[in-house]
């Protein structure tokens, strides 16, 4: 059973930074992209970022490019989100996801496997 837990979520200023991460078990890591979703308050959950299964290739979100940040350690089967110079608009739950495939998609259809999600909260 494939299980993915964030953390690192919390409180930060404007203009502030944080990492999150997800660590995976129950498939081989390697094999399968990963991304970051998040989903504010009233909206509907959103694309922000995802890394193919070698680590390769990425594609982000509009609104988060240039500022963060997604990697992965396959010897550690765990994907990181860098973000740095938060906004307010970045407060949400933000939630990782295991894709069908190796390849890179913003698609939410494109994930069958679900972390819990960790609160970001950014204060003006």
């Known amino acids: 059973q494939v299980q993915l837990v964030e953390s690192g979520g919390g409180l930060v200023q404007a203009g502030g930074s944080l990492r999150l991460s997800c660590a995976a078990s129950?498939?081989?890591?390697?094999?399968?992209?990963m991304g970051w979703f998040r989903q504010a308050p009233g909206k509907e959950r959103e694309f922000v970022a995802t890394?193919?299964?070698?680590?390769?290739?990425?594609l982000y979100a509009d609104s988060v490019k240039g500022r963060f940040t997604i990697s992965r350690d396959n010897a550690q089967n765990t994907v990181y989100l860098q973000m740095t110079t938060l906004k307010p608009e970045d407060t949400a739950v933000y939630s990782c996801?295991?894709?069908?495939?190796?390849?890179?998609?913003?698609?939410?259809?494109?994930?069958?496997?679900w972390g819990q999600g960790t609160q970001v909260t950014v204060s003006s």
């Open positions: 996801a295991s894709s069908r495939t190796s390849y890179i998609s913003p698609s939410r259809a494109m994930y069958d496997y």
């Open positions: 890394i193919s299964g070698s680590g390769g290739n990425t």
């Open positions: 129950g498939r081989t890591f390697s094999s399968y992209a």
